[in-house]
């Protein structure tokens, strides 16, 4: 069965405070991995698609890379505006559509 | 490009009652999903259609619960005899294959949060 954990659950940083976020995946081969934003009782936003192992995609203060078994969202100089929560989610090589996610990393950035 | 809608946004229902939900997608989506998302959880998927056909289905989604895209645009969702546990936010999502291939990016709407009394 398919599994993501993402950690940590929830983070506090300072603004300018960089830090990384971690997505670790088991499935029987990887089609896919997405990153995604959340903000508070809204639908997750579209951030990043990593399709295999040494990808890097960048976005404004946001990284994400991939390898075979996990995915780091790095987070450079956050400003209180990128508070929200980070989903992760895998598509796996299965021929099915449905993308499993993780719980999140909550983050908050005080400034 | 308007992005995916759902319509209502907010439902409160009494145990037993019977609900229906709307969802949008983009323009020219070809595909459509719908997830359930509980307080401090990811989306769990509950099935996905391609154009009109409802291609896959999860065992979350019970007997009570039925889905429908009857033209390949718009999809409703309805929940037979709510329960409590049906309390959640319900998400849709759409997503059109690139010009390079297969792409998975799903893009979703805003939710509609049910609540079950």
């Known amino acids: 069965e398919d599994q993501v954990t993402q950690s940590p659950e929830a983070l506090r940083l300072q603004e300018g405070e960089s830090s990384s976020l971690n997505c670790s995946y088991t499935v029987s081969g990887l089609r896919g991995l997405f990153w995604y934003r959340q903000d508070p009782g809204k639908g997750p936003e579209f951030l990043f698609t990593?399709?295999?192992a040494g990808e890097e995609k960048e976005k404004e203060r946001l990284k994400a890379t991939l390898t075979k078994k996990e995915s780091f969202l790095h987070i450079t100089a956050p400003k209180p505006e990128d508070s929200a929560t980070y989903l992760c989610?895998?598509?796996?090589?299965?021929?099915?559509?449905?993308?499993?996610f993780g719980s999140g990393t909550r983050l908050q950035v005080q400034p | 490009d308007t992005g995916v809608s759902q319509d209502p946004r907010h439902k409160i229902t009494k145990r037993g009652q019977n609900v229906t939900f709307r969802c949008d997608p983009i323009s020219e989506h070809n595909r459509l999903y719908w997830y359930r998302q509980t307080l401090g959880q990811g989306p769990e998927f509950l099935t996905y259609?391609?154009?009109?056909?409802?291609?896959?289905k999860s065992r979350l989604l019970s007997d009570r619960f039925s889905a429908e895209r009857p033209k390949g645009s718009f999809s409703t969702l309805e929940i037979q005899r709510t329960e409590q546990g049906d309390s959640a936010m319900y998400l849709c999502?759409?997503?059109?294959?690139?010009?390079?291939?297969?792409?998975?990016?799903?893009?979703f709407g805003p939710g509609t949060r049910l609540t079950v009394t």
């Open positions: 259609f391609q154009n009109e056909a409802q291609l896959e």
């Open positions: 990593l399709y295999s």
């Open positions: 999502a759409s997503s059109f294959p690139s010009s390079s291939g297969d792409s998975y990016e799903q893009y």
């Open positions: 989610a895998v598509h796996p090589d299965t021929g099915r559509r449905a993308l499993t």
